[in-house]
C-alpha cells in the first residue's frame, strides 16, 4: 500500500504555493460569504516579509472585503498585484484608489462573466463567448472592460457567428485558486454543508488545476476520509492540492453562524419572517410603486440597494411564496438579507453555484428584475459601476439587466440632500437633492436602452416622484406622484426632456398613505 494522502497544511504552507506573476482567482462575496480570509491573510504576510508572491493578477467575481482589512483588501499593496479583474471593487477602498491612481491595470467584468469564464478555462474552451456585455462599457467598442489608462492589453474582442455579433472574453492560464468550505478530509475533498453559498468553488478550482497551477482551501475543520457523504463534496480532492483549516472560521462577519442560512435546517414549516414596516420615505414609496409589476410566480431577483425594498415588502405582506426569488449567488427562495450580508438567505429552498444561476440568466429565466439606477440617460442607459469618478462594477448587473424579461430599476429622483413631504396620498419635495440622476449622457453604460429596445425587453425606471418607461425613441415619462409639479419637480430636475405624447397619468395615491403594508 502507498502512503496515505495529507494535503492538510499550515497557512504560511499554502501561501508558498502560489508563484509570483500568476492569476490568483478568489471565491467570496459581501459579508464574508465563503470568502477564504485566512488564506488570503497569509499570501498577504509572506508578500509583506518577503516580497513574495508579486506581480499576480487577481480575479475575483464578487466584492469581497469589509472595506479595511479582509478580502480583496489582502491584496492592496504596491507590487503585489500587477493587474485586478473585478466585478465589484466597493468592498475595497484602497484598491479602487490604487485602480485610480495608476498603481494596477484595473479591469471590471461582469460577475457572471468572470464565473462562467473560470468554466471555459478549465475546460480548455477558447473563453467564454457571450452575448453578456454587448453594448454596456465592456464592449470592446466602448470601453472593453477597461477602468484605466494602465488597462492596454484587449482582454475581450467583438465576433460575429451566424450573423450574430458576440463578446468573446479571452481565456488566461489561472496559477492558484483560494476556496473556502465548511469541512475537508485529508484527502482534500471539499463539503459547503455549512456555509451561506457554494458560488464558483468548483470553476475556480477546474481552471487552476487543469491550467497547471495550484488550488487552496480553507476550512473550519478536518473529518475523518468518508465522513461527507459522496453527494455533499462540491470540489473533489482530486482538484485540490493544500488545505488550511482555521477552527475560528466564521460563517460570515456576523457574531455567530446561523444553520438556517446554509440551508441546514429544514425548511418545512418554516414560515419566513416579517420585517417591521419602515417609514414612508422614499425607498418605501419606490417600493410600492415598484412592487405594482409584480406577477404571481414570476421568477425573481432584486439587486443591492434600493430593490432590497421591494423585497421588504414583499414579506411584509407575507408573500415570499407566491414568486420564486433568486440571488445571483446561487440561491431561490426564502428570506433575503441585506447590507453587508446581501447575498445569504434565510431559509432558502433550493441552492446551486453560481455559474449554473448565471446560466439561468443569460438564457432568459428570469421573468421580472428589480435593479438600482445611479444614472439614467436619454437613450435609457444605466449607469451603477461608476459613480462621481468612482470605480464602483456591476457586479451581477449587467448579467442580470440584460437578460430579464422585464427590469424595473428603482431609485430616487435625485440624490444627496433632497427632502420630501408624504402621507395622506400625496407627495412634496420640501428640498430639491444637489445630484442629478437623470443626466444628458451617463458616465459609465452598465444598461445599455438600445440593446433593450433590440431585444424586446420592457424597462421601466421607477422613482418616487415619477416613473418613465423606455420606448424605441427614448425614456417616456409616464406616470408622476399626486402633489408633484410636472415642470418644477421633474422636468427642470432632469438632464433631458423626456417623451410625453400625453399627459402624464398620476401614481396610486394608496401609494402615498400611511398604510404600513402599502397599496396591493
Same mark, same amino acid.
Given at each position: 500500500m502507498g502512503?496515505?494522502?495529507?494535503?492538510?497544511?499550515?497557512?504560511?504552507?499554502?501561501s508558498a504555493?502560489v508563484?509570483?506573476?500568476?492569476?490568483?482567482?478568489?471565491?467570496g462575496?459581501?459579508?464574508g460569504?465563503v470568502?477564504?480570509?485566512?488564506?488570503?491573510?497569509?499570501i498577504?504576510r509572506?508578500?509583506l516579509?518577503t516580497?513574495?508572491?508579486?506581480d499576480?493578477?487577481?480575479?475575483?467575481?464578487?466584492?469581497l472585503g469589509?472595506?479595511d482589512?479582509?478580502?480583496?483588501n489582502?491584496f492592496?499593496h504596491p507590487?503585489?498585484?500587477?493587474?485586478?479583474?473585478?466585478?465589484?471593487?466597493?468592498w475595497?477602498?484602497r484598491?479602487?484608489?490604487?485602480?485610480?491612481?495608476?498603481?494596477?491595470?484595473a479591469?471590471?467584468?461582469p460577475a457572471?462573466v468572470?464565473?462562467?469564464?473560470?468554466?471555459?478555462? /478549465?475546460?480548455?474552451?477558447?473563453?467564454?463567448?457571450?452575448?453578456?456585455?454587448l453594448?454596456?462599457?465592456?464592449?470592446?467598442?466602448?470601453e472593453?472592460g477597461k477602468?484605466?489608462?494602465?488597462?492596454?492589453?484587449d482582454?475581450?474582442?467583438?465576433?460575429?457567428?451566424?450573423?450574430?455579433?458576440l463578446?468573446?472574453?479571452?481565456?488566461?492560464?489561472?496559477?492558484?485558486?483560494?476556496l473556502r468550505?465548511s469541512?475537508?478530509?485529508r484527502?482534500g475533498?471539499l463539503?459547503f454543508?455549512e456555509?451561506g453559498a457554494t458560488?464558483?468553488a468548483?470553476?475556480?478550482?477546474l481552471?487552476a488545476?487543469?491550467?497547471?497551477?495550484?488550488?487552496l482551501?480553507?476550512?473550519?475543520?478536518?473529518?475523518e476520509?468518508?465522513?461527507?457523504?459522496a453527494?455533499?463534496?462540491?470540489v473533489?480532492g @482530486?482538484?485540490v492540492?493544500?488545505?488550511?483549516?482555521?477552527p475560528?472560521q466564521?460563517q460570515?462577519?456576523?457574531?455567530?453562524?446561523?444553520?438556517?442560512?446554509?440551508?441546514a435546517?429544514p425548511?418545512?414549516?418554516?414560515?419566513p419572517?416579517?420585517?417591521?414596516?419602515g417609514p414612508?420615505?422614499?425607498r418605501?414609496?419606490?417600493?410600492?410603486?415598484a @412592487?405594482?409589476?409584480l406577477?404571481?410566480?414570476?421568477?425573481l431577483n432584486y439587486g443591492?440597494g434600493i430593490?432590497?425594498?421591494?423585497?421588504?415588502?414583499v414579506?411584509l405582506?407575507?408573500?415570499?411564496? @407566491?414568486y420564486?426569488?433568486?440571488?445571483?449567488h446561487?440561491?431561490? /427562495?426564502?428570506?433575503?438579507?441585506d447590507?453587508?450580508?446581501?447575498?445569504f438567505?434565510?431559509?432558502?429552498?433550493?441552492m446551486?453555484?453560481?455559474p449554473?444561476?448565471f446560466?439561468?440568466?443569460?438564457?432568459?429565466?428570469l421573468?421580472?428584475?428589480f435593479l438600482?439606477?445611479?444614472? !439614467?440617460?436619454?437613450?435609457g442607459?444605466?449607469?451603477?459601476?461608476?459613480?462621481? /469618478?468612482?470605480?464602483v462594477?456591476?457586479?451581477?448587473?449587467?448579467?442580470?439587466?440584460q437578460?430579464?424579461?422585464?427590469?424595473v430599476?428603482?431609485g430616487?429622483?435625485e440624490?444627496?440632500?433632497?427632502?420630501?413631504?408624504t402621507?395622506?396620498g400625496?407627495?412634496?419635495v420640501?428640498?430639491?437633492?444637489?445630484?442629478r440622476?437623470?443626466v444628458?449622457?451617463?458616465?459609465?453604460i452598465?444598461?445599455?436602452?438600445?440593446?433593450?429596445?433590440?431585444?424586446?425587453?420592457? !424597462?421601466?425606471?421607477?422613482t418616487e416622484?415619477?416613473?418613465l418607461r423606455?420606448?424605441?425613441?427614448?425614456?417616456?415619462?409616464?406616470?408622476?406622484?399626486?402633489?408633484?409639479d410636472i415642470?418644477?419637480?421633474?422636468?427642470?430636475?432632469m438632464?433631458?426632456l423626456?417623451l410625453?405624447?400625453?399627459?402624464?397619468?398620476?401614481?396610486?395615491?394608496?401609494i402615498?398613505t400611511e398604510?404600513?403594508?402599502g397599496a396591493?
Open positions: 502512503m496515505a494522502r495529507n494535503k492538510i497544511v499550515s497557512p504560511s504552507a499554502a504555493l508563484p509570483d506573476g500568476s492569476a490568483v482567482c478568489v471565491t462575496g459581501g459579508g460569504l470568502e477564504p480570509d485566512t488564506l488570503l491573510a497569509a498577504e509572506r508578500f516579509e516580497g513574495q508572491p508579486r499576480l493578477t487577481l480575479v475575483h467575481a464578487l466584492g469589509d472595506r482589512r479582509r478580502g480583496v489582502r492592496a507590487g503585489m498585484v500587477r493587474r485586478v479583474i473585478g466585478g465589484h471593487w466597493v475595497s477602498p484598491m479602487q484608489q490604487m485602480a485610480r491612481s495608476e498603481e494596477i491595470e479591469y471590471v467584468f457572471g468572470i464565473t462562467q469564464l473560470m468554466r471555459e478555462i /478549465g475546460a480548455g474552451r477558447p473563453g467564454l463567448i457571450t452575448h453578456v456585455g453594448g454596456t462599457f465592456v464592449d470592446p467598442r466602448i472593453g477602468l484605466n489608462a494602465s488597462a492596454v492589453e482582454l475581450v474582442e467583438r465576433i460575429e457567428i451566424d450573423g450574430r455579433s463578446l468573446r472574453y479571452r481565456p488566461f492560464p489561472v496559477g492558484a485558486a483560494c468550505a469541512f475537508a478530509d484527502d475533498n463539503c454543508d456555509e458560488l464558483d468548483l470553476s475556480l478550482a481552471a488545476h487543469n491550467s497547471g497551477g495550484k488550488v482551501a480553507q476550512v473550519r475543520e478536518e473529518v476520509r468518508g465522513a461527507v457523504p453527494r455533499s463534496v462540491r473533489p @482530486a482538484l492540492d493544500a488545505v488550511v483549516v482555521d475560528a466564521r460570515s462577519y456576523a457574531p455567530a453562524a446561523d444553520p438556517t442560512m446554509s440551508g435546517l425548511a418545512l414549516g418554516s414560515e419572517r416579517r420585517p417591521e414596516p414612508l420615505d422614499a418605501q414609496l419606490i417600493a410600492r410603486r @412592487a405594482r409589476e406577477r404571481r410566480d414570476a421568477v443591492f430593490p432590497d425594498a421591494v423585497a421588504k415588502l414579506a405582506r407575507g408573500e415570499v411564496e @407566491a420564486y426569488q433568486t440571488i445571483e446561487g440561491t431561490f /427562495g426564502g428570506e433575503l438579507l447590507g453587508a450580508l446581501f447575498g438567505a434565510r431559509n432558502p429552498r433550493a446551486i453555484d453560481s449554473s444561476q446560466d439561468f440568466y443569460s438564457g432568459g429565466g421573468d421580472l428584475a438600482g439606477m445611479g444614472e !439614467v440617460d436619454r437613450d442607459n444605466v449607469n451603477v459601476s461608476k459613480l462621481q /469618478g468612482v470605480p462594477g456591476p457586479g451581477g448587473f449587467i448579467d442580470i439587466a437578460n430579464a424579461a422585464k427590469v430599476f428603482c430616487t429622483f440624490a444627496k440632500g433632497s427632502r420630501l413631504e402621507g395622506r400625496h407627495l412634496r420640501t428640498r430639491y437633492g444637489d445630484v440622476k437623470f444628458g449622457k451617463v458616465a459609465q452598465t444598461f445599455s436602452g438600445r440593446e433593450a429596445i433590440r431585444s424586446g425587453q420592457e !424597462v421601466l425606471y421607477v416622484r415619477a416613473v423606455l420606448s424605441p425613441a427614448g425614456p417616456v415619462l409616464e406616470e408622476v406622484a399626486p402633489g408633484i415642470r418644477a419637480d421633474v422636468l427642470e430636475r438632464g433631458f423626456p410625453m405624447p400625453r399627459k402624464p397619468g398620476l401614481m396610486d395615491p394608496a402615498f398604510d404600513e403594508r396591493p
